[in-house]
């Protein structure tokens, strides 16, 4: 049986392993581009390799870190115990199957139980899971799962509005569709009237 290589060659001389990390990355953009039939080394594009290399480390940095790394000691004692919503979050994710981009808005709420977080943390959660390949149903349940775990608050509910590259520039060409997921826990399942609140909120225009 012909044994087919997992990835292209990473660089010109297939048998180079002493490549870095960073350069095998931009060796395959370099090899892809050759793939597609351009010439990675015509002026326009002989630093793209490097440059695509840096942006998807960027765009995944989410693998590398965690949410105890951003939470820091951002977690207060107070009495507070009803719903704290920050809405129009914004967020660029890469779909899974296409690493095409996807992107919208969260709306995130919590209702605590004795604990509250710095509200500038909530939007460093959403990206530390949104800043890897993803779906959009698990994005919206990891970003609950780690407000649950980290707060332990008597509910949590998380809405994603978003639209996929990946549907509009290429098969079905849905230029206009938005994908909407939420995920509840908490007094936001149990209790309807909790849950409607969230979710009127959330979908309301309350630009200032
Ligand atoms: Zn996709």
Same mark, same amino acid.
Request: net charge negative; glycine share 6%; aromatic share 0%.
């Given at each position: 049986m012909k044994e087919e290589p997992?990835?292209? =060659?990473?660089?010109?001389?297939? /048998?180079?392993?002493? =490549?870095e990390p960073e350069d095998l990355l931009e060796s395959l953009v370099k090899r892809e581009l050759h793939l597609l039939?351009? /010439?990675? +080394?015509?002026e326009g594009l002989v630093r793209t390799p490097h440059r695509v290399a840096g942006a998807l480390r960027f765009l995944t940095q989410g693998y590398r870190q965690t949410v105890e790394d951003v939470m820091g000691s951002a977690i207060f004692e107070e009495a507070h115990d009803s719903m704290v919503l920050v809405k129009d979050i914004e967020i660029y994710s890469l779909c899974e199957h296409h690493m095409l981009p996807f992107f919208g808005k969260a709306h995130v709420a919590y209702i605590p139980d004795g604990r509250i977080v710095g509200l500038s943390k909530l939007p460093r959660i959403v990206d530390v899971f949104a800043r890897?390949?993803?779906?959009q149903e698990r994005l919206t349940e990891q970003i609950a799962q780690a407000i649950e775990d980290v707060l332990k608050p008597q509910g949590v509910g998380v809405v994603i509005e978003a639209v996929h590259l990946c549907m509009m520039m290429r098969?079905? +060409?849905?230029?206009?569709s938005r994908t909407i997921t939420s995920a509840v826990r908490g007094l936001f399942r149990r209790d309807n009237r909790t849950r409607e609140e969230f979710l009127r909120l959330a979908a309301s225009d309350t630009s200032l």
């Open positions: 997992m990835v292209p =060659a990473p660089t010109d001389d297939p /048998d180079d392993v002493s =490549a039939g351009e /010439d990675p +080394e015509r890897r390949l993803q779906v098969g079905v +060409e849905k230029q206009n």
